[in-house]
């Protein structure tokens, strides 16, 4: 019996959620709407202007978000990456060990991963990044992945600049030495168009792949059903997430409709990531493709209900 049915290897990092002005985004330069990589000297200068502003703190990460996910649902995962001895570094350790994520944590030099979520009147979010020494990450967890029913990456891992994108492909090779299933999330569609040459050479290699509407677009110049069904000859498993609309998956011959299951929305980050992960945990106790996606429907649903991707109060 494997010991986790999902093993997760990310950019480590704490969500810090504060209300502002579009005035104050104009004076510090941030593009309203966007992810804003910058300094760790400018985000600490952003979040001195806004400590009384606040309001939450969340550990983050797409795949982090994913393990949540499947320890919600009584699974086993794991996750691994890298943070600093800080006190954002001590937020994230905590939450794995709290929700009983098994943790391949290392440590190095630097800072942890931050983001300062600003949300404006009209309640758009703008993001102000420093991934920190969370791109750095530089392990190899062979013995975890071999051990696991699938390998969870995205697309940000595997194409950031920094020793986790050689990380994560070697872990893909452990894999697929394995017999371990490989799934990717594609994130950040400028992302999945800048680098989609060398993109699709890895997704080969993917067992499952999880995209949004606008994700497939950027990937293969499409965001209908048909695009998704070509890239299911390719790959054993195509999930297209829909919002509100739901999902479809594909496989090679078959195709499902997955609805969305009604909620009320408080906050949709992090709906993609449990969707995720309920499919993947349904999949790993040898549930049906159909089962699985209606477990990812409703762990979407209880996410999106809360504030915060995550489904646990605040840290």
């Known amino acids: 019996m494997s010991n986790y049915d999902v093993f997760g290897i990310g950019t ?8 502002t002005t579009d005035r104050f985004l104009e004076k510090n330069g941030l593009i309203k709407g966007a992810s804003n990589f910058v300094s760790r000297e400018k985000l600490d200068e952003i979040q001195a202007k806004l400590a009384d502003s606040i309001f939450a703190c969340f550990p983050g990460d797409n795949a982090r978000n994913t393990c ?14 890298r943070i600093a001895v800080d006190t954002d570094g001590k937020i994230f350790e905590e939450s794995l060990r709290k929700q ?11 800072r942890t991963g931050k983001i300062i979520a600003l949300i404006t009147r009209d309640g758009q979010r703008t993001f102000a990044v420093d991934l920190g020494n969370g791109k750095d990450y530089s392990g190899y ?17 595997l194409f950031t600049d920094g020793a986790v994108s050689r990380s994560a492909r070697d872990a893909m090779d452990a894999a697929e030495g394995n017999d371990v299933r490989i799934s990717i ?5 400028p992302l999945v168009e800048e680098k989609k ?32 069904k070509e890239l299911a000859e390719e790959i054993d498993i195509v999930c297209l ?14 195709e499902f409709h997955i609805p969305a299951f009604p909620a009320n929305v408080v906050d949709t980050t992090g709906a993609g990531d449990f969707y995720a992960a309920g499919f993947l945990f349904g999949l790993s106790r040898g549930k049906s493709i159909k089962e699985s996606g209606l477990l990812g429907a409703q762990l979407a649903k209880k996410v999106i209900e809360k504030f915060g991707a995550t489904l646990v109060e605040e840290i």
């Open 12 to 19: 480590a990092l704490v969500d810090y959620f504060c209300r």
């Open 68 to 81: 949540e996910g499947v320890a919600h649902l009584g699974g086993r995962s794991a996750y691994a990456g």
């Open 100 to 110: 009983g994520i098994a943790s391949f944590l290392e440590k190095g030099p630097g």
């Open 141 to 157: 967890p062979a013995t975890g992945i071999k051990k696991s029913n699938f390998l969870y990456l995205t697309s940000i891992t």
């Open 185 to 189: 999330s594609l994130e950040s569609p």
């Open 197 to 228: 040459d060398r993109l699709w050479r890895i997704l080969t290699h993917a067992d499952v792949l999880f995209t949004n509407e606008e994700e497939l677009k950027a990937l293969t110049g499409s965001k209908d059903d048909r695009a998704a």
């Open 241 to 254: 997430k829909k919002g509100e609309m739901g999902s479809s998956i594909f496989t090679k011959g078959e």
